[in-house]
Nanobody, 123 residues
Framework: VQLQASGGGLVQVGDSLRLSCVVS????????IGWFRQASGKERDFVAS????????YYSDSVKGRFTIYRENAKNTVYLQMNDLNPEDTAIYFC?????????????????WGQGTQVTVSS
């Protein structure tokens, strides 16, 4: 499985952004996807995950109610809709893949990381 994230940018406090993670290669239909983010000088933190058919999701407390993860399997794409952004959301956002369950918030359970996309929220 190969992943490519895109959609980042520079926005203002309270704005919205939608990130995309295109999934390609073998086993796409059975691949769960997780979004993580890494701020400068910090570890890679869990944001949200979704199972292979899109009917189960999991969120970190810091984004619950503001971010929505969903997927369009016909387009092999997983999205992260981010609303009401604040400066603490500034980071490089990565998508990672795993086979099986989604209730794993450590990056060590995911692999095939894409190159990441920068999100900067200016106050």
């Amino acid at each position: 499985v190969q992943l490519q994230a895109s959609g980042g940018g520079l926005v203002q406090v309270g704005d919205s952004l939608r990130l995309s993670c295109v999934v390609s290669g073998r086993f796409v239909a059975t691949t769960a996807i997780g979004w993580f983010r890494q701020a400068s000088g910090k570890e890679r933190d869990f944001v949200a995950s979704i199972n292979s058919n899109g009917d189960s999701t999991y969120y970190s407390d810091s984004v619950k109610g503001r971010f929505t993860i969903y997927r369009e399997n016909a387009k092999n794409t997983v999205y992260l809709q981010m609303n009401d952004l604040n400066p603490e959301d500034t980071a490089i956002y990565f998508c990672g893949a795993r086979q099986g369950g989604i209730y794993y918030s450590s990056s060590r359970y995911y692999r095939n990381w894409g190159q990441g996309t920068q999100v900067t929220v200016s106050s």
